[in-house]
């Protein structure tokens, strides 16, 4: 589990390359970051939106979709098109897919060297640059499938 001192240092590393793009850093920006990297996996704005709110009750759901955005366009931050009304978001910008579980919602995150070797050749195709990658699998998590198996 991450220490606070290395939530801050993530934190630092990130803000500092939103500052090579001459973007101002705040304490929102600050706030909002915390929250995607501690609290929840995977967020979606308006998940986001109801935790900054403890601490910034007067910050508005506009500045956090403003916010979330230049973090996207800054690179420090991935955005999951999981479906059609939410956009969820993730800190891990690395290649990697998802699993979806289509009871509960839960997202989590999957790492095999296939996804590497795939967007390395894909980068490597003449006339293509790769700016992002997308690989979700949707089925049931091992809690759902345990609830169904238990009924």
């Not at 910050?59 to 956009?87: H, P, W």
């Not at 003449?126 to 998590?141: R, T």
């Amino acid at each position: 589990m991450k220490t606070k001192k290395d939530i801050e240092s993530e934190i630092n590393q990130l803000l500092e390359i939103m500052k090579k793009d001459k973007v101002r850093v705040t304490p929102q920006r600050r706030a909002i970051l915390k929250i995607i990297l501690t609290k929840v996996k995977h967020p979606s704005v308006e998940e986001i939106y109801q935790q900054v709110q403890q601490e910034y009750p007067q910050m508005s759901l506009a500045t956090v979709y403003n916010n979330v955005r230049a973090f996207v366009s800054a690179g420090i931050i991935q955005e999951l098109n999981i479906d059609e009304k939410t956009k969820h978001y993730d800190i891990n910008v690395q290649p990697h897919g998802h699993t979806i579980c289509e009871s509960c919602g839960k997202i989590e995150d999957v790492f095999m060297n296939q996804f590497n070797d795939l967007y390395s050749e894909i980068q490597e195709l003449d006339k293509f640059n790769v700016k992002s990658m997308e690989v979700s699998f949707y089925g049931l998590c091992q809690e759902c499938c345990e609830k169904i198996e238990n009924n």
